[in-house]
């Protein structure tokens, strides 16, 4: 079964802090992996893309891969009041779309 | 430019009445997507078309119909809705529709549906 776990928070952050969101898989056949913001209400907006093992930098957000491990990591340096949003992972798994973890709801406190 | 537009907005209707949804994109994008979202939950994926031919049906009810009319093009006829069935409805769009390893998916602003 393909599974995508995610922490549901609500993840509380300072201001100006790391925000760190997490997400394991169930199936070593994953390729892709995407991270997605969606405020209350809106569609999800595409962030960040990664297929390779290690770190991909992109301004104040950083997308973490480690297939051995199966989980992959988004960091939000600096977070801003703005970056209170609904994260969600998604991975495409062999040929199959998108899946979506329930998502991390993110609070960024001014 | 990775724009995908959907309209109406917002539609409201009642149990017996027939809507449609729609959606476009303009980036030659080759795979299109409808997802159903509840308040709190993920997106939920409903169908989609990959070379303007359905390749999934997620076990969907009959009362939703997709239509693809052409490669920029989407449409969800609804007929005889639930008010379960009240939801944000997402088109998304990708470049392949081979869910290929590079086959990023890129979403609408939805619709807001209310089924009274």
């Known amino acids: 079964q393909k599974e995508v776990e995610q922490n549901s928070g609500p993840l509380s952050v300072p201001e100006g802090a790391i925000a760190s969101l997490n997400c394991t898989y169930s199936?070593?056949?994953?390729?892709?992996f995407f991270w997605y913001r969606q405020y209350s209400g809106k569609s999800p907006e595409l962030i960040m893309f990664i297929y390779s093992n290690g770190d991909k930098e992109d301004g104040r957000f950083t997308a973490q891969l480690n297939k051995a491990s199966q989980y992959v990591s988004l960091l939000i340096r600096d977070s801003q009041p703005s970056d209170s949003a609904t994260y969600l992972c998604?991975?495409?798994?062999?040929?199959?779309?998108?899946?979506f973890g329930k998502g991390t709801r993110l609070s960024v406190i001014a | 430019d990775t724009e995908v537009t959907q309209t109406p907005k917002h539609l409201v209707m009642g149990m017996t009445n027939k809507k449609s949804l729609k959606c476009e994109q303009h980036?030659?994008?080759?795979?299109m997507y409808w997802y159903k979202q509840k308040a709190k939950k993920p997106p939920e994926l409903m169908f989609v078309y990959s070379y303007e031919k359905l390749s999934i049906n997620e076990s969907v009810p009959s009362r939703f119909s997709p239509e693809c009319p052409n490669s920029s093009l989407l449409n969800l006829h609804l007929h005889a809705l639930q008010p379960e069935d009240s939801a944000l409805y997402l088109c998304?769009?990708?470049?392949?529709?081979?869910?290929?390893?590079?086959?990023?998916?890129?979403f609408g602003p939805g619709t807001r549906l209310t089924v009274l």
């Open positions: 199936d070593r056949g994953s390729q892709s």
């Open positions: 998304a769009s990708s470049r392949t529709g081979t869910h290929a390893s590079t086959d990023t998916q890129y």
């Open positions: 998604a991975v495409i798994i062999g040929n199959t779309p998108l899946v």
């Open positions: 980036m030659g994008h080759r795979a």
